[in-house]
């Protein structure tokens, strides 16, 4: 059984194993600062009691809705657990009445463009060496 909520201290270590797994770029204490700061934005997907997906974003200055991170495990990928977190994060700005959500996709990560263009978002911009390690990444925005 798939069960979306929001995060809860206790999945701590299971989101910085999936972080690990998926990305290893950010420190761990993000996820906390996270929870601490902005903890309706950071929701996480359960299957059979496991956390297996998560999704952090925050509102920006601005106002803007803004997606820090979305991860699922490999092994739980193509199963629509990153189109539910990703829905129900969309949900969470529409609430607070964001006109639009941005989000940052590495240039060689063609999977996460195409799943984020699945879900209406468009490219607006590239980033140039925007990563640590110098990618680049393209800049995607969805109107609400």
Same mark, same amino acid.
């Not at 979306?4 to 206790?10: L, Q, T, W, Y």
């Not at 997906?53 to 601005?62: E, H, K, Q, R």
């Not at 739980?76 to 539910?84: A, L, P």
């Given at each position: 059984?798939?069960?979306?909520?929001?995060?809860?201290?206790?999945?701590?270590?299971?989101?910085?194993?999936?972080?690990?797994?998926?990305?290893?770029?950010?420190? /761990?204490?993000?996820?906390?600062?996270?929870?601490?700061?902005?903890?309706?934005?950071?929701?996480?997907?359960?299957?059979?009691?496991?956390?297996?997906?998560?999704?952090?974003?925050?509102?920006? /200055?601005?106002?803007?809705?803004?997606?820090?991170?979305?991860?699922?495990? /490999?092994?739980?990928?193509?199963?629509?657990?990153?189109?539910?977190?990703?829905?129900?994060?969309?949900?969470?700005?529409?609430?607070?009445?964001? %006109?639009?959500?941005?989000?940052?996709?590495?240039?060689?990560?063609?999977?996460?463009?195409?799943?984020?263009?699945?879900?209406?978002?468009?490219? %607006?911009?590239?980033?140039?060496?925007?990563?640590?390690?110098?990618?680049?990444?393209?800049?995607?925005?969805?109107?609400?």
């Amino acid at each position: 059984m798939n069960i979306i909520r929001k995060f809860e201290p206790p999945d701590f270590p299971s989101v910085i194993s999936i972080e690990k797994q998926v990305f290893n770029e950010h420190d /761990p204490f993000f996820y906390m600062q996270f929870y601490e700061t902005c903890s309706d934005g950071f929701i996480v997907a359960q299957v059979n009691g496991f956390i297996v997906g998560f999704i952090v974003g925050f509102l920006t /200055p601005d106002v803007k809705g803004r997606i820090f991170s979305l991860a699922v495990l /490999p092994a739980y990928q193509n199963r629509g657990i990153g189109s539910s977190l990703l829905k129900e994060i969309i949900e969470v700005f529409r609430e607070i009445k964001v %006109t639009e959500i941005i989000l940052e996709v590495r240039q060689g990560n063609v999977k996460a463009k195409r799943f984020y263009e699945r879900h209406g978002f468009i490219t %607006t911009d590239v980033m140039e060496k925007y990563y640590n390690d110098g990618e680049s990444a393209y800049l995607m925005r969805l109107e609400m």
